[in-house]
C-alpha cells in the first residue's frame, strides 16, 4: 500500500484530537523559536544584514549584490524594525527584533506542512509538520538573520502550492506557487541549483517501477498537459517574473538591479572554483547523521523498503532529495547553513515514514519514541547550550563553523555604558573588529580609525597585530588586555587533521566536547583583538561603567546575554 492518501484528504474535517495536536505542535514551535532569540551574539553576517536593512528602512538604500544574496530578508528585518519602533515608540532595532522575521518564517515552514495532508494523508503531513519545528539545523537556522528560512519557505510553497494546482487545477493555487517561487528567487541564488536538481527529480517521478522511462509517452502526455495549460502557466511566470523585479529593483526604485542572473551566477561559479569556505565532498555527510538522523535515516529506509511503491510525487522527492545531497557535496562553498537546503526534500518522506512506525508494534513506537527525543534533545542542545563558539570552552557543534565569541558581547556592554555618561567618542575600534561591532554599537559614539594620540576614550579596541604599535601612541594611562573575538572549529580540516580515534568521537557524540589537534593545541581556533582601557590614572570626565565579565563566565551556557 502506498503511503499516499487520496486527494480528498484536505477538505476531510479537522478532528478535535488533530486541532489540538497541530494547536500544540505550532505552539511548541513559536516557543522554541522566539525564546532567548536575541541572546547569543551576532554572527557577523547577521550583523551585516540587519544593518544593511536598517539602512533600506531609513534611506531606502539597496543594491542588489551576489554577496549578501536577495533583497527579501532584508524587507523582512526592516518592516520588524519598524514595527517594533512604533509599539514601543522608539528604536525598533535589535538583535530580536532582527531575528524575529526568520523565526517567523520558520514557524510557517512548520505549519505549511498541512499542504501534505491532500497528498500524503493526516499523519504524514503531521509528521513532517514535526521535523520541520525541531529539525535541529532547521531550528537553529530559523532563528538566524540570514536568508536560507526564505530560500526554504520559498521553495515549499512553490512545490506545496504547485501539487495543489495539479490535483485541483485551481488558478489560485497556481499564482501562489508563482509569488512563493518568486521569494524563494529573491531570497537566495540556491534558485539556480534548485533548477538544475529539477532535471534529475523529474527523471525520478517518471520513472515507474517496471516500466522504464517510457520516454515518447510521458512526453506526449507532458505535451498535451502544457497545451491545455499554457494560458495559466504564462500568465504565472509573467507574475513570477514582475513580482521579482518588484523585490529587486525596490518596489522599482532601484532598475540597476533589476537583472540579477549574470551577477549571481558569475559570481557563485567562481566561488565553487575558487572553494572560499572549502572542505572535502563528505563535509555534509557527518554533520547530516550527527544532526538530522530523525530525518534522512527513516526517509532512507522508505527510499530503499517501497520504491517499487512510490507514487509519482514520492519518487519526485526521492530524485530531489538524493541529487541535492549529491549537488552541494560537489559544490566548492561549504557552510553549516546550506544543510537545511538538503534536509527539506527528505522531510515528506520521513513524515511518511513516520505515520508508518506509528502503525507498527509497540517496540518499533518505542525506538521511535527513543529516536525523536534523541533529536529533539540535539535541537534544544544546539540552539539554547551552545549556539556559539568560544577558545575559552571546549564544547562546539560541527556545523557552526564561525562565530562571534560571547566574550564580545559585555566589551559592548562597557562602550555602551561610556556612551550613556557621555564620553565622546565612548571607544576607538579598528581592523578585524568592524562586524559585527558596526552594528552594537551603532547608537554609540564611536571613532572607526586607529588612534593618532589626540583622543584618550575609556576603550580602544584594535587587532593583535597593532597592539604595540597603539600601545607606543596611548601610553601608560591604558591597561591591555585580549578578547576573542571570533572562533570557528573545522574537525575535518585538511590543513590540520583533527582525526578523533574512537574513544574521542564517542566522547564528542554524547558530550560535545572536542578534541585535540594532531600538535596538542586547543582545536577551537580563534580570532583575538587586544583592548586597551583607561585606566583611573588618565583623565576621565566621566564615571567609567562595571568592567566586563571575565572570559570564563561569558563563556558558561546561558550567560551570553
Same mark, same amino acid.
Given at each position: 500500500m502506498s503511503s499516499t492518501a487520496p486527494s480528498s484528504a484536505w477538505e476531510t474535517p479537522f478532528s478535535d484530537f488533530e486541532k489540538k495536536a497541530w494547536i500544540a505542535l505550532l505552539a511548541l514551535s513559536a516557543f522554541l523559536h522566539l525564546v532567548q532569540l536575541g541572546t547569543h551574539a551576532f554572527h557577523h553576517d547577521e550583523s551585516i544584514h540587519a544593518w544593511a536593512a536598517l539602512h533600506l528602512l531609513r534611506d531606502g538604500t539597496y543594491k542588489y549584490d551576489p554577496v549578501y544574496h536577495g +533583497?527579501?530578508?532584508?524587507?523582512a528585518v526592516a518592516i520588524a524594525f519598524k514595527v517594533a519602533g512604533l509599539?514601543?515608540?522608539g528604536h525598533g532595532d535589535s538583535d530580536f527584533t532582527a531575528r524575529f522575521p526568520a523565526a517567523l518564517a520558520g514557524i510557517a515552514l512548520s505549519a505549511m506542512a498541512l499542504l501534505l495532508r491532500s497528498r500524503f494523508g493526516r499523519r504524514t503531513a503531521f509528521a513532517a509538520g514535526a521535523l520541520a519545528a525541531f529539525s535541529p539545523n532547521f531550528l537553529y537556522y530559523t532563528r538566524f538573520c540570514r536568508d536560507d528560512v526564505w530560500s526554504l519557505l520559498g521553495t515549499a510553497g512553490l512545490f506545496l502550492w504547485l501539487d495543489r494546482y495539479l490535483q485541483k487545477g485551481r488558478l489560485r493555487d497556481l499564482c501562489y506557487a508563482a509569488l512563493s517561487a518568486s521569494v524563494a528567487f529573491a531570497s537566495k541564488e540556491n534558485?539556480?541549483?534548485?533548477?538544475?536538481?529539477?532535471? +534529475?527529480?523529474?527523471?525520478a517521478a517518471w520513472m515507474e517501477p517496471g516500466r522504464g522511462f517510457d520516454v515518447w509517452n510521458r512526453l506526449r502526455r507532458l505535451i498535451d498537459w502544457l497545451e491545455a495549460?499554457?494560458?495559466?502557466?504564462?500568465?504565472a511566470l509573467l507574475l513570477f517574473f514582475c513580482v521579482s523585479e518588484v523585490l529587486y529593483t525596490v518596489f522599482l526604485v532601484h532598475p540597476e538591479s533589476g537583472n540579477p542572473v549574470f551577477d549571481a551566477i558569475s559570481y557563485w561559479w567562481g566561488q565553487h572554483k575558487m572553494e572560499r569556505v572549502g572542505g572535502p565532498r563528505t563535509f555534509y555527510l557527518p554533520r547530516l547523521l550527527q544532526y538530522e538522523f530523525a530525518v534522512i535515516l527513516p526517509a532512507l529506509?522508505?527510499?530503499?523498503?517501497?520504491?517499487s511503491r512510490f507514487t509519482y510525487a514520492e519518487r519526485f522527492l526521492t530524485g530531489w532529495a538524493l541529487s541535492s545531497v549529491a549537488m552541494y557535496a560537489w559544490l566548492g562553498e561549504k557552510a553549516g547553513w546550506l544543510i537545511v537546503h538538503q534536509v527539506l526534500p527528505f522531510i515528506p518522506l520521513a513524515g511518511a515514514a513516520w505515520a508508518l512506525l506509528a502503525e507498527k508494534s509497540a517496540r518499533w513506537r518505542l525506538a521511535g519514541a527513543a529516536m525523536a527525543a534523541a533529536s529533539l534533545l540535539t535541537a534544544v542542545t544546539f540552539s539554547f547550550v551552545y549556539?556559539?563558539?568560544?577558545?575559552n570552552s571546549r564544547k562546539a557543534e560541527s556545523t557552526i563553523q564561525v562565530q562571534t565569541c560571547p566574550e564580545m558581547l559585555g566589551l559592548v556592554d562597557e562602550i555602551l555604558a561610556y556612551g550613556k555618561v557621555g564620553e565622546v567618542p565612548a571607544a576607538i575600534i579598528s581592523g578585524e573588529a568592524g562586524w559585527p561591532m558596526s552594528w552594537y554599537v551603532r547608537n554609540a559614539p564611536v571613532n572607526?580609525?586607529?588612534p593618532t594620540g589626540d583622543l584618550r576614550p575609556p576603550i580602544v579596541l584594535c587587532d593583535e597585530g597593532e597592539a604595540d604599535k597603539q600601545a607606543e601612541i596611548l601610553g601608560p594611562a591604558y591597561k591591555r588586555d585580549r578578547v576573542p573575538f571570533r572562533a570557528w572549529w573545522i574537525p575535518d580540516t585538511s590543513v590540520s587533521p583533527l582525526r578523533p580515534n574512537l574513544r574521542q568521537l564517542l566522547l564528542y557524540v554524547f558530550t560535545l566536547e572536542t578534541w585535540d589537534r594532531a600538535d596538542g593545541n586547543n582545536p577551537i581556533g580563534a580570532v583575538w583583538v587586544t583592548v586597551f582601557r583607561r585606566t583611573l590614572a588618565a583623565n576621565q570626565p566621566a564615571t567609567p561603567p562595571s568592567p566586563a565579565p571575565s572570559a570564563a563566565a561569558a563563556a558558561a551556557p546561558g550567560?551570553?546575554?
Amino acid at each position: 500500500m502506498s503511503s499516499t492518501a487520496p486527494s480528498s484528504a484536505w477538505e476531510t474535517p479537522f478532528s478535535d484530537f488533530e486541532k489540538k495536536a497541530w494547536i500544540a505542535l505550532l505552539a511548541l514551535s513559536a516557543f522554541l523559536h522566539l525564546v532567548q532569540l536575541g541572546t547569543h551574539a551576532f554572527h557577523h553576517d547577521e550583523s551585516i544584514h540587519a544593518w544593511a536593512a536598517l539602512h533600506l528602512l531609513r534611506d531606502g538604500t539597496y543594491k542588489y549584490d551576489p554577496v549578501y544574496h536577495g +533583497p527579501v530578508q532584508y524587507y523582512a528585518v526592516a518592516i520588524a524594525f519598524k514595527v517594533a519602533g512604533l509599539v514601543t515608540s522608539g528604536h525598533g532595532d535589535s538583535d530580536f527584533t532582527a531575528r524575529f522575521p526568520a523565526a517567523l518564517a520558520g514557524i510557517a515552514l512548520s505549519a505549511m506542512a498541512l499542504l501534505l495532508r491532500s497528498r500524503f494523508g493526516r499523519r504524514t503531513a503531521f509528521a513532517a509538520g514535526a521535523l520541520a519545528a525541531f529539525s535541529p539545523n532547521f531550528l537553529y537556522y530559523t532563528r538566524f538573520c540570514r536568508d536560507d528560512v526564505w530560500s526554504l519557505l520559498g521553495t515549499a510553497g512553490l512545490f506545496l502550492w504547485l501539487d495543489r494546482y495539479l490535483q485541483k487545477g485551481r488558478l489560485r493555487d497556481l499564482c501562489y506557487a508563482a509569488l512563493s517561487a518568486s521569494v524563494a528567487f529573491a531570497s537566495k541564488e540556491n534558485f539556480y541549483v534548485l533548477l538544475a536538481l529539477m532535471v +534529475p527529480s523529474v527523471a525520478a517521478a517518471w520513472m515507474e517501477p517496471g516500466r522504464g522511462f517510457d520516454v515518447w509517452n510521458r512526453l506526449r502526455r507532458l505535451i498535451d498537459w502544457l497545451e491545455a495549460h499554457a494560458v495559466p502557466l504564462v500568465g504565472a511566470l509573467l507574475l513570477f517574473f514582475c513580482v521579482s523585479e518588484v523585490l529587486y529593483t525596490v518596489f522599482l526604485v532601484h532598475p540597476e538591479s533589476g537583472n540579477p542572473v549574470f551577477d549571481a551566477i558569475s559570481y557563485w561559479w567562481g566561488q565553487h572554483k575558487m572553494e572560499r569556505v572549502g572542505g572535502p565532498r563528505t563535509f555534509y555527510l557527518p554533520r547530516l547523521l550527527q544532526y538530522e538522523f530523525a530525518v534522512i535515516l527513516p526517509a532512507l529506509a522508505l527510499i530503499a523498503t517501497r520504491w517499487s511503491r512510490f507514487t509519482y510525487a514520492e519518487r519526485f522527492l526521492t530524485g530531489w532529495a538524493l541529487s541535492s545531497v549529491a549537488m552541494y557535496a560537489w559544490l566548492g562553498e561549504k557552510a553549516g547553513w546550506l544543510i537545511v537546503h538538503q534536509v527539506l526534500p527528505f522531510i515528506p518522506l520521513a513524515g511518511a515514514a513516520w505515520a508508518l512506525l506509528a502503525e507498527k508494534s509497540a517496540r518499533w513506537r518505542l525506538a521511535g519514541a527513543a529516536m525523536a527525543a534523541a533529536s529533539l534533545l540535539t535541537a534544544v542542545t544546539f540552539s539554547f547550550v551552545y549556539p556559539v563558539l568560544t577558545p575559552n570552552s571546549r564544547k562546539a557543534e560541527s556545523t557552526i563553523q564561525v562565530q562571534t565569541c560571547p566574550e564580545m558581547l559585555g566589551l559592548v556592554d562597557e562602550i555602551l555604558a561610556y556612551g550613556k555618561v557621555g564620553e565622546v567618542p565612548a571607544a576607538i575600534i579598528s581592523g578585524e573588529a568592524g562586524w559585527p561591532m558596526s552594528w552594537y554599537v551603532r547608537n554609540a559614539p564611536v571613532n572607526w580609525q586607529a588612534p593618532t594620540g589626540d583622543l584618550r576614550p575609556p576603550i580602544v579596541l584594535c587587532d593583535e597585530g597593532e597592539a604595540d604599535k597603539q600601545a607606543e601612541i596611548l601610553g601608560p594611562a591604558y591597561k591591555r588586555d585580549r578578547v576573542p573575538f571570533r572562533a570557528w572549529w573545522i574537525p575535518d580540516t585538511s590543513v590540520s587533521p583533527l582525526r578523533p580515534n574512537l574513544r574521542q568521537l564517542l566522547l564528542y557524540v554524547f558530550t560535545l566536547e572536542t578534541w585535540d589537534r594532531a600538535d596538542g593545541n586547543n582545536p577551537i581556533g580563534a580570532v583575538w583583538v587586544t583592548v586597551f582601557r583607561r585606566t583611573l590614572a588618565a583623565n576621565q570626565p566621566a564615571t567609567p561603567p562595571s568592567p566586563a565579565p571575565s572570559a570564563a563566565a561569558a563563556a558558561a551556557p546561558g550567560s551570553t546575554s
